[in-house]
């Protein structure tokens, strides 16, 4: 299995409404050396989280024990930039399962998909609303349901609905990527092979 599956997730969020991030922000240049995708997340927005000596810069929402959870809220435009999947590989190896946004880079959007990150896609009002509950009230949660494509803030129960293109939606439910997927059609594609 690729990644974990998706299904339904449960989770308190943490805001980031910083727009306009790119993916060297997310994991900069100088951390793709690996092939694997192991121990990304250590340098997750690492010139954000940390000085040039290493300490935790103590501003940075990852360094604030405040916050936590498998949902990042964040800004428009979130993910813009190069294509590396590399700043997909540290979300998910630093523990998100999920970022909302009003809006991503859709080369971003895509690897998020192959990787195992649902990225939901919400109005810039929803988004706001998620910000000011978490503002509020760190321990709000939100749930978002995939075979309902729904996001709903638990603390008020509103609700937007959010669209995935089906095939990755099944992927997601089943911790596929495109080669598990034809791995798990195995079976079939050897039967269609005998009957050529």
């Known amino acids: 299995m690729a990644y974990d599956k998706f299904t339904q997730l449960r989770s308190t969020m ?9 993916t060297d922000q997310i ?10 995708r192991k121990g990304f997340g250590d340098n997750l927005f690492r010139d954000w989280r940390y000085h040039a000596d290493g300490s935790p810069k103590e501003d940075f929402v990852l360094n604030d024990a405040t ?3 498998k949902v990042l809220v964040a800004g428009k435009n979130f993910g813009s930039g190069s294509s590396r999947e590399h700043a997909v590989w540290a979300l998910y190896d630093y523990g998100f399962r999920c970022v909302v946004s ?16 649902l990225p ?5 009002e929803f988004a706001d609303k998620l910000f000011a509950a978490v503002a509020a ?12 494509q729904i996001i709903r803030l638990l603390t008020d129960g509103s609700e937007e609905a959010f669209e995935i293109n ?22 079939e594609i050897r039967a269609f092979e005998q009957q050529r």
């Not at 009003?102 to 990150?117: H, R, T, Y």
Request: glycine share 4%; net charge negative; hydrophobic share 40%.
């Open 14 to 22: 943490v805001p980031l409404p910083a727009e306009n991030v790119d």
């Open 27 to 36: 994991i900069p240049a100088r951390f793709l050396k690996a092939t694997e």
């Open 67 to 69: 916050y936590s959870g």
């Open 102 to 117: 009003s809006f991503f880079a859709d080369i971003f959007k895509n690897n998020c998909l192959n990787i195992g990150v």
């Open 120 to 124: 939901v896609t919400v109005s810039v």
């Open 137 to 148: 009230d760190p321990q709000a949660e939100v749930e978002i349901d995939l075979e309902a």
């Open 166 to 187: 089906s095939y990755k939606k099944e992927n997601m439910k089943n911790g596929f990527d495109d080669i598990d997927y034809l791995l798990h059609m195995q079976e």
